[in-house]
């Protein structure tokens, strides 16, 4: 342990961290304070939930790299808003609760602790002052208040819902919190068995936003997949919805079809199995096979259902539909391939021109009729042919191409009364309520059968103390139990749902601009100061939020938009997903895989300098990476490095500054070296290249080593470029160079344009021999940070991966030539 601590990092790390906090060094200036006149500049990274297990390396590279990217900001002369809060509300600390008898609250704030002191033990620049937490009162109130301005409008409402619910766990789960088996659906936490049932519940009216959540993608800087991940989710579709007579009974059933000009090829009817029609025209000789099939499709999640692999399965309900444009009748079917959730839950079978369908039909032998041919073809193919062509038997429509025949049918059917154009969205309503004690109350009091808000002064509603925290058995929420808290003296009973944990994160970005303010969620002034014409500038978290939390934080901000608490359409402007950390054994951490990697043992070993620079020197940020302990090593040298270049250590072990530092001028090709380093970590750092800037800077640090006598012209723009990936360490060093103040608002050195003007060759780079790219690069390149240079580019580093470079042959201006061991 002592031959890796190569300096003195336990007691500088402390040292400075001791400082940052006593100074309030990295507080944020609201509009009206000294600071507030810099341009501002707004980085977040997604909240985490306080658990019990504390933070692991994996959780910190996010962190690490927004970090870096404050401390370039603040230099850069922008007034940095860097906050950190807590998402604590939710059902891993009720389970807990249930297991122990410890309140939540309690096993809350301890775990908030002891991630603060993780999170202060890696030397990271938030304000503090701003520190937010969903469980407070103080917090939660402008959770109420929004709802209450959501209901108000409309947008939150009470429905009957299918919904799953977990016997075990004793509470309804949203679809996220669902995960397939081979015995059925469980729940995430628990892996329990999950059913569905009708039940009561809140619902956000979240597709009344769905074309402005579609649409306004287009106004962020978002990573493409991500987009087309919420693009999916919402699922537009342009079509139109068709009525169908059943026959025998007065009932019609609408469906929902993107290909209305392939009515006439439509030779049966599929409903979901919850579809409300099922039960009323199933014939009562297929009644037991229908509830049958009914009862083993509820064991499924609509993911599982949703999967194209899935084998096709259906029950035939014994009654007919007439096909309103060919005037057959065909039969109705259900099917778990069709969801209640999408559409009308009903379609109109084509499998001539769907290749589901087509799997349905060759499986229970069902009509096949083509009605659409290839634009080349004189006639349909056969089997399936799921794309446009021309339509053919088709009556009206024959002739025509399909954008045409998709028109022209419509027209039919709106002049028939028979079906209209429509537009619709696989996005449903927010089902918002939980069956849980650990979260926020609604704001809703009951009173005769209606839903009526607690006035806003009287808020926030406060959860009551509990003592048993077993939730109510048959899915009725714990609050249920607490009669002397839902019972009011006028007769009113308050609603005993509880909100679901995402709640409190739809909006913590915006508590962080004034999170002191009892009187508004937010002050109009501090809004439009810190969210001005972006939002968001930078907002870094998992891509396993791609969906769900950034589309119900966009839908909030849009409804506080409209409501003018906002000022931008859009809350994150920029967004970046890190990528995973492997554990040490090529699998994603996991507490029940054992490879959880602890940060605490590293910092101690290694200290907090050297795990910020490893975490960011494992590769590009948003790609998956593995961890390896052992590699710490070289980061922790090259800090010593670092170190050495200032400071020396006496014959007591003492270290002390070294006495050779000059401010002479340094020759021309170590001038030219800095310079271009300091436009390389530039250019790096404003698009997130942390590993590239790290190499840019161990290129430099290896010329200056072996220099024999230490120059402050070339030290301090290093030990300024290096503080925002190292801070204690440039901290101390900048102290030792005689500055008094802290280097957090120092200056970013600027290249010298002069020394940026160098004269460039052409540079061949060849493996084995074989010339696989070139690079314009300068002349006077050493080999070092030619090579350096080299391996950055995509087709070097593809032919590099995973092989031994032996030796490196280096031309100067010329050529470097990797000779790597043969397969």
């Not at 795990?611 to 960011?616: A, D, G, T």
Request: proline share 7%; hydrophobic share 40%.
């Amino acid at each position: 342990m002592e031959a890796r601590r190569a300096y003195p990092f336990d007691r500088i790390e402390a040292k400075w961290q001791r400082v940052w906090q006593e100074r309030a060094v990295f507080r944020a200036a609201n509009p009206g304070e000294p600071g507030a006149e810099k341009p501002k500049y707004y980085v977040l990274d997604m909240f985490p939930y306080p658990s019990g297990r504390g933070l692991h390396v994996g959780h910190l590279e996010g962190y690490t790299a927004s970090d870096i990217v404050a401390r370039y900001k603040r230099m850069r002369g922008f007034n940095v808003l860097h906050p950190m809060g807590w998402d604590a509300f939710g059902l891993p600390a009720e389970q807990h609760a249930v297991a122990t008898g410890i309140h939540p609250r309690i096993t809350t704030e301890r775990n908030i602790a002891h991630f603060r002191e993780q999170i202060t033990a890696m030397g990271f620049s938030y304000d503090w002052s701003r520190e937010i937490n969903t469980t407070d009162p103080r917090y939660y109130r402008w959770t109420q208040w929004i709802f209450l301005q959501l209901f108000r409008r409309g947008l939150a409402y009470v429905a009957e819902a299918p919904v799953w619910y977990c016997p075990a766990l004793q509470t309804v789960l949203a679809n996220e919190e669902i995960l397939p088996s081979p015995d059925g659906p469980v729940s995430e936490r628990g892996h329990h068995p999950v059913e569905r049932r009708p039940l009561q519940q809140w619902m956000l009216r979240i597709t009344a936003y769905a074309e402005r959540l579609l649409a306004d993608l287009d106004l962020v800087d978002w990573p493409d997949s991500i987009k087309e991940m919420q693009r999916n989710w919402i699922g537009r579709s342009e079509g139109a919805v068709i009525r169908f007579s059943i026959e025998g009974i007065e009932s019609s059933l609408e469906v929902f079809t993107t290909r209305p000009d392939t009515l006439f090829g439509a030779t049966y009817v599929v409903l979901a199995p919850e579809h409300p029609l099922v039960a009323k025209i199933t014939r009562p000789e297929c009644r037991e096979a229908v509830e049958a099939y009914q009862r083993e499709v509820a064991k499924k999640s609509d993911l599982e259902r949703a999967e194209l692999t899935e084998e096709k399965t259906g029950v035939f309900l014994g009654a007919f539909a007439i096909n309103p444009a060919s005037r057959e009748r065909i039969p109705v079917w259900i099917a778990d391939y069709v969801l209640l959730s999408y559409g009308t839950g009903a379609i109109m079978a084509v499998p001539a021109h769907d290749e589901r369908d087509f799997e349905f039909a060759s499986l229970f032998g069902l009509p096949v009729h083509p009605v659409v041919r290839p634009k080349d073809s004189a006639a349909p193919p056969a089997g399936c042919f799921p794309g446009e062509g021309i339509a053919c038997c088709s009556q009206f429509l024959d002739g025509l191409r399909t954008l045409e025949a998709k028109s022209a049918m419509i027209s039919w059917l709106e002049e028939k009364g028979l079906g209209k154009r429509t537009i619709q969205y696989r996005l449903r309503d927010w089902l918002f309520s939980r069956q849980r004690y650990w979260g926020e109350p609604f704001p809703i009091v009951w009173r005769n059968g209606e839903a009526q808000p607690v006035p806003e002064t009287e808020l926030p509603v406060l959860l009551p103390e509990r003592r048993d925290f077993s939730p109510e058995r048959g899915g009725f929420a714990p609050l249920s139990q607490e009669k002397g808290w839902e019972e009011l003296p006028d007769g009113g009973r308050r609603e005993t749902n509880t909100m679901p944990q995402w709640a409190g994160s739809c909006w913590y970005y915006l508590r962080y601009l004034d999170p002191g303010n009892d009187g508004e969620l937010v002050s109009r002034e501090t809004e439009r100061y810190w969210m001005g014409a972006k939002g968001v500038d930078l907002y870094i978290g998992g891509a396993e939020h791609a969906v769900l939390h950034l589309l119900y934080a966009r839908f909030w901000h849009k409804f506080l938009y409209d409501i003018g608490v906002t000022s931008t359409p859009e809350p994150f402007h920029r967004l970046v997903n890190q990528g995973i950390i492997l554990g040490e054994d090529g699998r994603k951490m996991s507490k029940s895989l054992g490879n959880i990697v602890n940060p605490e043992s590293l910092l101690r070993e290694y200290g907090a300098d050297s795990v910020r620079l490893f975490e960011m020197f494992l590769g590009p940020l948003e790609q998956m990476k593995p961890w390896s302990s052992q590699g710490l090593e070289g980061p922790h040298r090259f800090l010593a490095r670092v170190w050495r270049l200032v400071m020396e250590e006496d014959a007591e072990g003492r270290w002390m500054p070294r006495p050779d530092i000059s401010n002479e001028e340094v020759p021309m090709e170590t001038r030219r070296l800095l310079h271009r380093t300091i436009r390389k970590v530039a250019e790096d750092l404003e698009c997130l290249s942390f590993h590239t800037a790290i190499a840019q800077m161990m290129i430099l640090v290896n010329a200056l080593t072996r220099r024999p006598i230490p120059s402050r012209i070339v030290l301090e723009p290093l030990i300024l470029l290096l503080s925002p990936f190292a801070p204690h360490l440039c901290e101390e060093l900048w102290s030792v160079l005689g500055h008094a103040e802290s280097l957090a608002y120092a200056p970013w050195p600027e290249a010298d344009p002069l020394l940026l003007i160098e004269e460039e060759a052409e540079w061949v780079i060849q493996i084995n021999g074989k010339v696989r790219s070139r690079m314009r690069a300068a002349l006077d390149l050493g080999q070092e940070e030619a090579e350096s240079l080299a391996r950055q580019r995509s087709e070097i580093e593809s032919w590099l991966n995973g092989k031994s470079v032996q030796k490196v042959i280096f031309v100067p201006g010329k050529l470097l030539n990797f000779v790597v061991a043969r397969e």
